[in-house]
């Protein structure tokens, strides 16, 4: 048995500064030009493909930490970067992980590597739940896949919102009804490639925040594709739906598998606006002179940034404990992903309020980048399952009861 240690191991910290550089090179100096142009910052995830940061290989190393820390160390100081940006470069990680957390090992073989392309070549996926009248209900999704037998093929009909990277990605990893009595149980995934026909971009949105990650919908209008796009293989499918019509607990339901393993992941991106923040607001208050002292000498702002460092710090302990339980295989049996979420999420909002708050009128213009974290800071209440989800989720796993 490890002996118990807060520390961070050499190979941990190399990532953490590694990324933290990236950051400062080149997320930081142009995070305000992308976030005005509400595009997909290419140059950048560029960049991030050639330092080999935007790579199947780093994303592999990471996620296989033994402790579970490196993806989250990483993640974090890309939002600490620029949220917008960093969810431009780690949004294909959503598609990616619904296709680890359905796929057969062959698929992810031959996807994954799919979805991150080359430095010279690179590629980018999405992950396709969510519609216009299935948000927080995923078991109600209207998208339709229907198989042909007689071609081996799947067909897929229905509109996907609010997708990260939707139409534009190389690679869409779709979430749809093969079985709309079974709901939630009656769900399957698969893996639209680029160039397949029957797939397109909808409306792009303008947002409030991370205006530099790209969310659109996402039409299927008759999209074909072949038999083995179905993730996990249709006798894997075949055998859960039928467990599931019998009324026994199939313990698969696709979107939530992938949602359940990327709570932490979201939770660090959280801290990293929080962090940024917090660090840009301690530095103003104590420059900052009213009644001839520095604002900091006065408790009702020095209070604020205590606060704000001990949310923070609560918040990565539970990002940091949820990252370490999925490494090492322990069950989230009481919530502890969405805890790490809900916590992290809620810290952003908070503390990117309060920094404003610390800066007054500075704080609330464009020249200066708190006002932008605020509004990055919002989404984290949102995806992935709003904070009233999370505390559902958390609810019931503590109480073994159906809370509604
Ligand atoms: C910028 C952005 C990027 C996104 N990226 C993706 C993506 O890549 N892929 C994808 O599939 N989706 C994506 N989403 C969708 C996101 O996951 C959904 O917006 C989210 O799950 C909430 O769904 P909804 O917006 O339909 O809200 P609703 O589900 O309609 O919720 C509205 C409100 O009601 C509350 N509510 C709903 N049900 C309950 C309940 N049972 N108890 C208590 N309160 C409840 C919610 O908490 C919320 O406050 C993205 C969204 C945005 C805005």
């Known amino acids: 048995m490890a002996e118990f240690s807060m520390d961070l191991n050499e190979d941990q910290i190399t990532v953490r500064d590694w990324v933290h550089e ?33 790579s199947l290989d780093f994303m592999a190393d990471a996620s296989t930490d033994p402790q579970g820390l490196k993806l989250v160390l990483a993640l974090e100081e890309l939002a ?28 992810q073989m031959e996807w994954i590597p799919q979805c991150f392309g080359t430095a010279d070549d690179v590629k980018i996926a999405a992950f396709c739940v969510s519609e216009p009248d299935a948000g927080s209900d995923v078991s109600s999704l209207k998208t339709r896949a229907v198989y042909d037998e007689a071609t081996d093929e799947w067909v897929l009909n229905g509109t996907k919102t609010w997708i990260t990277n939707g139409g534009i990605a190389n690679v869409h990893v ?82 939530m598998k992938t949602f359940e393993s990327t709570r932490p992941s979201v939770g660090a991106q959280a801290l990293g606006i929080a962090r940024a923040a917090y660090e840009f607001s301690l530095d103003y208050a104590k420059e900052r002179k009213q009644f001839g002292r ?42 502890e992903g969405s805890m790490s979420k809900l ?33 990055d800071s919002k989404i984290y209440t949102i995806f992935e399952g709003t904070s009233e989800i999370q505390r559902l989720i958390i609810a019931r796993s503590i109480s073994g009861m159906r809370i509604q």
């Open 343 to 375: 916590m992290a999420g809620e810290t952003a909002v908070r503390v990117t309020e309060e920094a404003i708050q610390i800066m007054g009128g500075y704080g609330y213009v464009r020249e200066n980048p708190v006002e932008r974290w605020h509004r």
């Open 294 to 335: 520095a604002i900091i000498e006065n408790q009702a702002i020095a209070f604020k940034l205590a606060d704000m460092k001990m949310a923070i710090d609560a918040s990565r302990l539970l990002v940091w404990r949820a990252a370490w339980m999925a490494a090492t295989g322990k069950p989230f049996e009481h919530g």
């Open 22 to 54: 990236f950051a400062v090179n080149q997320i930081r100096p142009v995070a305000h030009e992308w976030d005005e142009r509400e595009e997909t910052p290419w140059p950048v995830i560029e960049e991030a493909a050639r330092a080999g940061l935007y």
């Open 80 to 107: 600490w970067g620029d949220a917008g940006i960093g969810l431009s470069i780690v949004g294909t990680m959503l598609g990616v992980a619904g296709i680890m957390a359905n796929g057969t090992p062959e698929q």
């Open 174 to 255: 779709v979430v749809a009804s093969v079985d709309p009595e079974l709901r939630g149980r009656g769900q399957a995934s698969f893996v639209i490639p680029e160039g397949t026909k029957g797939i397109s971009q909808g409306q792009k949105f303008k947002k409030m925040g991370i205006r530099a990650s790209h969310t659109a919908e996402v039409v299927l209008d008759d999209c074909r594709i072949p038999g083995r796009f179905l993730l996990g293989g249709k006798a894997r499918l075949d055998e859960r739906l039928a467990r599931a019509r019998e009324g026994a607990r199939s313990g698969e339901q696709v979107a």
